[in-house]
């Protein structure tokens, strides 16, 4: 009786455990190796450059817009949408921890941002860059 | 001796349990009361609708409207805001259930903003048009700029206050 109360204690004590385990799908490496995996098989493919990835970020696109238009020139700080003034927290992962740990939803935000940036989508090289450069960016 | 040592655990055990139990049920019927005072809300629309402004109450506009959106994301006043299919068909249900039950005119092609309805129009009426354009407001959308508490779903006048 006795083994069978200790028992459902651990057991309720191991499920409050996980439960508070911050639910990250992926780390920034892990997001990074994948996106390697993809530009690496299109021609062309350059080893991914922090260098570039900082001009693209900072460059002025279509529309007078760039991506530090909303997310500023520094992305360990505090961004603002441009057309809401929405806050938008930082987007390096020194930053904020909970940066490119999520595969579909990183994809989500290239997709759209780029879109409203370039009129397309970019190209893995492209975003392997930005992403190379948010990992120098120090907090 | 050593029975009464494991029935004084066993009890203890047992008092654990109980206290646990007890705190959850109190939790939840915190919970409950919370929901009440506030507005009605769902997990995938707060993060998804809330991502690049404060996320619009489901009451401000009629099912039509937010159907009408739904189904335009990828052009969305100017900006790229496509979602997968589960994501944007959960997120409607949600609208759809919530909306506005005010009559309006259904003849027109659904409103898509809620600054042009007629009820926001007149529920605004006093407010100049220099202080749509404060710095801080920028545009009659930006609901929190003056809502103090929008984000808890509460518009209640006496939490207005326009920013200098």
Known sequence: MLRVFFAFAFMLITIAGLALQPAFAETPIEVLAALKAEASGMPG???????????????????????????TDNPAAQGKHSETDKIIKPLAPAANEERFTDMKKVAKWFKRNCNDVLDRECTAQEKGDVLAYLLTVKK | MSFNANKFTRMFFVAVLVTGTAMSVARVSDARAEGQKSAVSDPKWKSECGACHFAYPPRFLPAESWRAIMTGLDKHFGSNAGLDAESANEITAFLEKNASTKKHDTTMKPLLRITETS????EHREVA???????????????????????SGDFDEDNVRIPK
Not at chain 1, 49 to 62: D, I, L, P, V, Y
Not at chain 2, 129 to 150: D, E, G, M, Q, R
Request: some cysteine; glycine content about 2%; hydrophobic content about 30%.
């Open chain 1, 45 to 71: 493919f350059q080893e991914f450059s922090a260098e570039r990835g900082e001009k693209f970020f900072k460059t002025k696109h279509n529309h007078n817009l760039s991506c530090s238009t909303c997310h």
């Open chain 2, 129 to 151: 048009a220099s202080t749509w354009k404060l710095p801080k407001v920028k545009s009659p959308a930006n609901c929190v700029a003056c809502h103090t508490k929008a984000e």
């Open chain 2, 119 to 122: 009820w926001f129009k007149s």
